[in-house]
T-cell receptor, first 114, second 112 residues
């Protein structure tokens, strides 16, 4: 079956612009996670959805970052007034939810802010 | 807060060599421990996991044992292949349905 997909695969933008990154989870997965991976680092947690609601957004670095999942499936990560320090690979993962369920990762979106 | 420390790479081995990638963690309570692998051009994949002390996770010839007394989860393989070349990430979840906390990753290159 289809895995987690993310679009676009690459995004180049200019400092100050607004970007949206999309994640299509595996069908039926209620849990959805966003992570950010900077060069040479491991992924860092941003936000976690259980269904439509954000169960934990403690990893969002500031109020320029926002994510939605209005119908409990597709999620969009939105970044306002992008900064060069936002350049990273943004990873999405989904799972069936519940304790210790496996997270299935998408290929990521590489964001470059010039 | 919770954290994971793993040995820095890159690690370069000849085919059929023995592999160890060290991982230690800091966490309150009783976390679950994971190894994820990222092959070139692909997304992160779960390699193995262990949910309680003394559990051994294994997959594709890789093994790791949850050692609470040393707060470690070292990854081992007896005979590596060129196809094992990838970046390996140690990770934990503090409890329940919580996000993963990752180490920085270790790049492994296996040469024929």
């Amino acid at each position: 079956g289809a895995g987690v997909s993310q679009t676009p695969s690459n995004k180049v933008t200019e400092k100050g612009k607004y970007v949206e990154l999309r994640c299509d989870p595996i069908s039926g997965h209620t849990a959805l996670y966003w992570y950010r991976q900077s060069l040479g680092q491991g992924p860092e947690f941003l936000i976690y959805f259980q269904g439509t609601g954000a169960a934990d957004d403690s990893g969002l670095p500031n109020d320029r970052f926002f994510a939605v999942r209005p119908e409990g499936s597709v999620s969009t990560l939105k970044i306002q007034r992008t900064e060069r320090g936002d350049s990273a690979v943004y990873l999405c993962a989904s799972g069936v939810g519940g304790a210790l369920s496996e997270q299935f990762f998408g290929p990521g979106t590489r964001l470059t802010v010039l | 807060g919770d954290s994971v420390t793993q040995m820095e790479g890159p690690v370069t081995l000849s085919e059929e060599a023995f592999l160890t990638i060290n991982c230690t963690y800091t966490a309150t309570g009783y976390p679950s421990l994971f190894w994820y692998v990222q092959y070139p051009g692909e997304g992160l994949q779960l390699l193995l996991k262990a949910t309680k002390a003394d559990d051994k996770g294994s997959n594709k010839g890789f093994e790791a044992t949850y050692r609470k007394e040393t707060t470690s989860f070292h990854l081992e393989k007896g005979s590596v292949q060129v196809s094992d070349s990838a970046v390996y990430f140690c990770a934990l979840t503090p409890s329940g349905n919580t996000p993963l906390v990752f180490g920085k990753g270790t790049r492994l290159s296996v040469i024929a």
